[in-house]
């Protein structure tokens, strides 16, 4: 009955996209898309098989995401590597992608305004660089994942969104230390869980009218502190004192 019905909304969906006789194609393609969720699908999993190679060249090119999408991400990523006792600052690129990749989901898709200012930056950035592209196959390869990313929302543009934002997350951090906006000094990676570093970011969040994001950071460098305080009373009362 499912794959039935899935079968007759591709069916009507393709039925309107036959019916267009107008320029703006693909603003009426993303409105069918919209009233056919199944049919969205299907189109986006086309799409996604059809751009590899564009994504590929796409993966390649620096996007910079807010910075404070990084640094809330390195938090949350501490925390759940500090719960599980395998906390390590050298250890970054020895982290399983499935930890990895848990995470940044956790981060983008439940707390929405930073799933929204991700895509929006993401999106901004692609635009500027299919703009400004000389090279046609460039412009093409650019294009291309944009128009799946502009489809609404579904499994496929969202593998491609989680991977672009991955990648540029680990580029930023492989990059430190380094000047970042927001804090005025060179930047490494373990000043990031001091509360000297976190309290000039947050001023500068403040400053910048981004209230909502320095909720998120205090709840996740709160939940952080409070881990590594049971962490340190557990090895405490564990330690045999003899005198």
């Known amino acids: 009955m499912v794959t039935g019905a899935t ?8 039925e309107e996209i036959h019916a267009i006789n107008s320029n ?31 994504l590929d060249y796409v993966l390649n090119e620096h996007i910079d995401i807010p910075f ?11 925390h759940r ?11 970054l690129n020895e982290f399983s992608d499935l930890l990895f990749d848990d995470v940044l989901q956790d981060l ?19 635009e500027s660089k299919f703009e400004s592209a000389n090279d046609e196959k460039v412009k093409i390869s650019f294009e291309n994942v944009l128009t799946l990313l502009g489809m609404p929302t579904n499994h496929w543009n969202m593998k491609i969104f989680e991977q672009i934002i991955k990648v540029n997350i680990l580029r930023t951090l492989n990059n430190l230390p380094a000047k970042v906006e927001g804090i005025d000094k060179e930047v490494k990676l373990q000043d990031l869980t001091s509360d000297e570093i976190l309290d000039e970011y947050i001023v500068y969040l403040k400053k910048n009218g981004l209230e909502q994001i320095v909720e998120i950071f205090e ?16 090895i405490l009362a564990n330690i045999d004192i003899k005198f």
């Open 24 to 54: 703006k194609t693909m603003d009426k393609i993303f409105d069918i898309a919209s009233k056919y969720p199944s049919f969205n699908e299907y189109l986006s999993s086309k799409m996604f098989d059809a751009i590899t190679g564009d």
């Open 219 to 234: 709840k996740i460098y709160g939940d952080l502190k409070n881990t590594m305080s049971k962490i340190s009373s557990n």
């Open 108 to 126: 983008l898709y439940n707390e929405l305004i930073i799933f929204e200012k991700a895509l929006k930056t993401i999106l901004i950035s692609l």
């Open 81 to 91: 590597i500090l719960s599980s006792f395998l906390f390590d600052f050298k250890a």
């Open 7 to 14: 079968m007759i909304e591709i069916a009507k969906a393709l």
């Open 68 to 78: 404070y999408i990084v640094y809330l991400f390195l938090l949350k990523l501490y």
